[in-house]
């Protein structure tokens, strides 16, 4: 069965830094790129970039750019989403998403809400 | 990038058709045939339901069906079902590689 399964829920001060992990299993890793989405609460579905484990290569949202690193680990078919200089409105629920190669999200990891809170 | 436009909400009775609209422009859903539909339950995760604008991955039920005029692509439940009460989401891959979600329906089955 193919899954992602992301870290557990995190809470930070303002301008601290999270990382998220997403692990995922099942599939062939290099084969899919994986994206990273958010929801705050109340809002909508936000995309924040893409992240290409054949070639570690990246394109984030520029809403994030300069904040946002996305990282894998081919070993441990693991992507890593970190966001810094947190802001009380990065309280958001924050998804892994394998991009099924028909520039669609076929796959979701389980959410990973992360609260910023002084 | 700004977010692709979606009505707030959209509502039907159990067996009726309903339509869901998302207007983008020239640099993504007008240009990208690449238009996917995400079906979202509070509290779990999106859930892919159209891709590439009409197609289905399996199985979804053929109630769910997509399509696309110049800047607008549209997803068609038919038959609608109490389980269909959900909020739905479209998302165009866009200019300088981006991708950009639409602002959520949230469907009401009366």
């Known amino acids: 069965q193919v899954h992602l399964v992301q870290s557990g829920a995190a809470v930070r001060k303002p301008g601290a830094s999270v990382k998220v992990s997403c692990m995922a299993s099942?599939?062939?890793?290099?084969?899919?790129?994986i994206h990273w989405v958010r929801q705050a609460p109340g809002q909508g579905l936000e995309w924040m970039g893409i992240?290409?484990?054949?070639?570690?290569?990246?394109r984030y949202s520029q809403r994030f750019q300069g904040r946002v690193t996305m990282t894998g680990d081919t070993s441990t078919t693991t992507v890593s989403m970190e966001l810094s200089s947190l802001k009380y409105d990065d309280t958001a629920v924050y998804y892994c998403?394998?991009?099924?190669?028909?520039?669609?999200?076929?796959?979701w990891g389980q959410g990973t809400l992360v609260t910023v809170s002084s | 990038q700004s977010a692709l436009t979606q009505p707030p909400s959209a509502s039907g009775s159990p067996g009726q058709s309903v339509a869901i609209s998302c207007t983008g422009s020239?640099?993504?859903?007008?240009?990208?045939?690449?238009v996917s539909w995400y079906q979202h339950y509070p509290g779990k995760a999106p859930k892919l339901i159209i891709y590439e604008v009409t197609k289905r991955p399996s199985g979804v039920p053929d109630r769910f069906s997509g399509s696309k005029s110049g800047n607008t692509a549209s997803l068609t439940v038919s038959g609608l079902q109490a389980d269909d009460e959900a909020d739905y989401y479209c998302c165009s891959h866009a200019d300088g590689d981006n991708w950009v979600f639409g602002g959520g329906t949230k469907l009401t089955v009366l």
């Open positions: 099942g599939y062939s890793f290099n084969t899919y790129f």
């Open positions: 998403t394998r991009d099924n190669s028909g520039w669609a999200f076929d796959l």
């Open positions: 020239s640099s993504d859903v007008g240009t990208y045939n690449t």
């Open positions: 992240f290409r484990p054949g070639d570690g290569s990246t």
